[in-house]
């Protein structure tokens, strides 16, 4: 008898040496570190200091928690197929593939310039804007991101929310399309929508201390929800396959009504915005982080990369399959979303078009647990700054809990959601606008401290622990800007003409309402009572440049009047003895060259 190895012993010892140095999460990692890099060695990081208390458990996430929490808000499979009908209508395939590779790209360069900013300021993004904008302005630039970001939370918490509801519903009526009448369609979807903000809030306030482990459960669920989707919409399709050119090049807008085949395109920006957007909501998780300089803008590029790559990867083999578009918007499946449209005509097969719902459903929880972990940390951060009213409720946590959450501002959240989900009842529009103004929310609050970055010339980044390589710092972070704006121009167009009142986009509406609504509070409330973060008098903020600019220019004022002084006295010097006045001029200048705070702070700038 002979022994025989199926594997013969130096493939085996290959492959064990691979399973040991290889880490798929380094794939990522690497892609990471093409355009960001650590601080030289020979230098010192420098990061700023606060003096807030720590409340909250600062090993509550670890940095693979977090990018499975980004994941989860920016997951692909919920916010792509609850979605698709922009896409769709606004060209088909070719918008939706090339137009969520774009967006993916554009929206990570977007992570990684804000990355640095928290490197540097590991707070909540309103902290780096009051860091990083001019004496005069800190309060109002920091005021306004902070409430650009925390409106942008509440309503992305909502929209992600919602749009499971919608999913829901779209599986009850798979079987019968007239189970619900269109008159309580929308009651019941409000129904659904409070279901899930209160389970997804229940866990976050009584099983927060799992919240690590679903996160990163989260990834093993979308990923494997992708591969499940794919491979069963491409066994059980019943009808003809598309070929690969019209899987990633067909365009058709007929639907949408547009002449302009570049306009369309651009509103198809639309859906991968709202998938892809949810980066910027990571920074509040800045207090629960062992090392958030590093771990959070790490966190927030492998999350977007993740995202982008897993998207087109489900994307395609649904473009593969996609019946007739004119058949997904028929009169009879109005009430349904298109993605169920898609996998009841692919696979003429309830079992298992049910089966792909529940996949997709499965993410609602992740995310939804997610978006109200962040946004309830967003109202946690900026009320410690007194910049929401009753402040000192929401920043509230129980000494003796062990999870140490903030329950209040779940609570908050939580209250929040339930009001904006009851405007779906008045006017579906109006709720519409809403969730548009999510988006114009984070990107405007994440262009402000962008453009004070640009604005400070990037040199207040040196020595940050994570940064953009030099050459390219610029072109990033003016890339970024210009996908911001191009991002709030695309989420306030309408999705097809002729306008009615039912489709019209109000997006930019509520979004003008909202910064008004900021300002006046601004007068009435923040310039009185909302304080400037808490930054360590020990360091200088903005890596001392601002900081030393003000030095320097309080030790030449300081000077000027010791010599005017001294003019003064050398004038009465002068009519009693002549070489007063010598002495005294030597004294001015040798007390002056030998400063040593006027030498640090010419060092600084130079």
Known sequence: MHDYNIIPNNVRNSINIARHTFNPDELFENLHTILHEDVDENEAEEVEHFKY??????????????????????????GMCTSMAIGLKNGGPLTIILGFIVSGICIWFCSLSLGE???????????????????????AASWYTGWLMLIGNWTMSTSITFAGAQLTISLILMTNADLISETHLIWYTVLVFYLVVTIVGVINLKFARFIEIINKVCVIWIIYAIIFIDILLLIFHREKYRSLK???FHFDNSLSGYSSAFISFIIGFQQSNF?????????????????????????????????????????????IILPDVEKLFSEDNYNILPIVNIFINSTNSMIVSFF?????????????????????????????????????????????????????????????????????????AAFNAFIGAAVLCLCSGTCIPLILVLFR?????????????????????????????????????????????RSMNYAIMVYVLCLICITVLYFKWGKYNFNLPMADEMTNPCNGEFSAIHEDIELESSNTKQKDEMEDEEAVG?????????????????????????????????
């Open 356 to 428: 792909l719902v529940l996949m997709i459903l499965g993410n609602l929880f992740f995310s939804g647990i997610g978006s109200i972990t962040t946004s309830s940390r967003a109202v946690f951060s900026f009320s410690r700054d007194h910049a929401i009213p009753r402040h000192d409720l929401w920043t509230f946590v129980k000494p003796e809990s062990q999870s140490k959450v903030p329950v209040n501002s779940v609570l908050l959240s939580m209250a929040i959601s339930y009001i904006l989900g009851l405007l779906a009842l008045f006017s579906t």
């Open 457 to 501: 010339r990037r040199r207040v980044l040196k020595n940050a622990p994570i940064k953009i390589r030099y050459k390219l710092g610029w072109t990033i972070n003016i890339i970024s800007i210009l996908w911001l704006l191009l991002s709030m121009f695309s989420v306030c167009m309408p999705v097809s003409v002729p306008v009615t009142m």
């Open 275 to 319: 998938t892809l957007q949810g980066f910027s909501m990571l920074p509040a998780l800045a207090d629960e982080v062992n090392a958030p300089e590093k771990d959070i803008p790490r966190a927030m590029s492998n999350s977007v990369l993740i995202s982008a790559f897993s998207g087109v990867i489900f994307l395609i083999p649904i473009m």
């Open 574 to 606: 002068e009519t009693v003895d002549g070489i007063t006045l010598a002495a005294s001029k030597n004294d001015d200048m040798g007390n002056y060259e030998e400063n040593p705070f006027a030498e640090t702070s010419s060092n600084v700038l130079k």
């Open 117 to 139: 900013i928290v490197s540097k300021f590991p707070m909540e993004i309103h902290v780096g804007s009051a860091m990083l904008a001019p004496e005069k302005f800190k309060l």
């Open 53 to 78: 208390e720590q409340q909250l458990d600062k090993s509550f996430l670890s940095r693979s928690s977090v990018i499975g929490l980004g994941f989860g808000l920016m997951s692909p499979v919920l």
């Open 246 to 248: 019209y899987a990633l």
